[in-house]
């Protein structure tokens, strides 16, 4: 069933008071509102209502043992849903929050089972996006909230990619500037003694090792139980089929690839990374950008585009797995079919 959805422009440095009201005021009711956070939009719901959360997962279409990352603007609010904070947990609190890193703690009671996805952890981070603090603090609760995309999609970073996938479907989207980010927050479990890297972002991996002074491990998918839910699932895919080609001879490979299907009629886009690049008998060739955070912003946005252009066959090119790399090539290869390798 459709639903009105109010779309609220707000602008990203000042709040308007008035339209935070609003979406705060159906967050509290048990509503949904889409908010911009520095990393990707999300969709959000009062953490603390079980009924609130649930429609979270029917919104989105999202499996019901995938949990949520719960929101919070006050350092100190952490306690309501975490039972204990390991005092590594508390040093990467005080470095990384506000900001993109979201930490998996165990769960207080407060925590329904549905925001949890049936675990007895809870995933939590403090955003450091105005817009997204002003809404929690304003609504007074926690929020839930997964990225603000229909499952199986890429993670919107603008509100434009939230109104094509939840128009309808949420009570508001809050409608502000493009993501300074653009990949989703890292995921770091901190209830043993050494950490757990779940899901690498713009965080890295380096950095928080570096302030722990331990080292990370990385969760490769080797472990039997996935500690993660959503590392199960197939995400951030567009339509066509995205091959990763790597090595000395990429570029050439792309092109040989690219006259290839484009001979059997398909339309054919490129994501080129190391530098502006120019194919032929390519449909499209999107740039991502310069520097690594350039590309991370532009990643999620260019996956939508090839699917609005009707691309068949995407190839792209790949970046070093270094710093944040590691989360580019992470949903790069999420998005991807297959791989191949030039020497
Ligand atoms: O940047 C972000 O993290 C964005 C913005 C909106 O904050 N949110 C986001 O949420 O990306 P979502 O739901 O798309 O991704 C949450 C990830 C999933 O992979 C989920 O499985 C994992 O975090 N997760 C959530 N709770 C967990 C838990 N208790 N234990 C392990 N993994 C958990
Ligand atoms: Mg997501």
């Not at 769960?107 to 450091?128: D, F, H, Q, Y």
């Not at 949420?170 to 209830?191: C, F, H, N, P, Q």
């Not at 757990?196 to 713009?202: A, D, N």
């Not at 006259?259 to 886009?269: D, F, H, P, T």
């Amino acid at each position: 069933m459709q639903k009105k959805t109010l779309v609220l422009p707000v602008s990203q440095g000042k709040p308007d008071k008035k339209a935070m009201r609003q979406a705060a005021k159906i967050i509290r009711k048990g509503g949904l509102v889409a908010f911009p956070t520095e990393t990707v939009y999300g969709l959000g719901a009062n953490a603390l209502s079980s009924s609130a959360a649930k429609k979270i997962y029917k919104a989105k279409g999202r499996p019901s043992d995938n949990p949520l990352i719960v929101h919070i603007a006050r350092k100190e609010d952490v306690h309501i849903l975490a039972k204990d904070v390991p005092a590594n947990a508390k040093k990467l609190i005080d470095k990384f929050w506000p900001g993109p890193l979201t930490i998996i703690f165990k769960k207080t009671s407060k925590v329904p089972n549905s925001v949890s996805g049936g675990l007895n952890s809870v995933a939590i981070r403090m955003p450091s996006h105005k817009i997204a603090l002003a809404l929690i603090k304003e609504a007074g609760v926690p929020i839930a909230a997964p990225s603000a995309n229909l499952s199986g999609k890429p993670s919107p970073t603008s509100a434009q990619h939230v109104i094509e996938d939840l128009f309808g479907k949420a009570d508001a989207i809050l409608y502000g500037g493009k993501a300074r980010i653009g990949l989703e927050s890292t995921v770091i479990d901190m209830r043993a003694k050494t950490p757990i890297l779940l899901r690498p972002g713009s965080i890295t991996r380096e950095q928080i090792s570096k302030v722990l002074k331990i080292k990370v491990i990385r969760n490769s998918g080797k472990i039997k139980v996935a500690i993660s839910p959503g590392m199960k699932y197939k995400h951030y895919a567009p339509k066509a089929p995205l091959t990763l080609v790597e090595g000395v001879h990429a570029r050439q490979k792309i092109q040989q690839l690219a006259r290839a299907y484009s001979q059997k009629g398909l339309r054919v886009g490129v994501l080129a990374t190391s530098a502006p690049a120019h194919y032929n008998s390519v449909h499209k060739v999107i740039y991502l950008g310069s520097t690594q955070p350039k590309i991370a912003r532009n990643l999620f946005a260019a996956l939508r585009k090839c699917d609005k252009e009707g691309i068949e066959i995407i190839l792209a090119e790949v970046v070093k797995e270094q710093g944040i790399g590691l989360a580019i090539m992470n949903r790069l290869k999420k998005a991807s079919a297959n791989t191949v390798h030039t020497r």
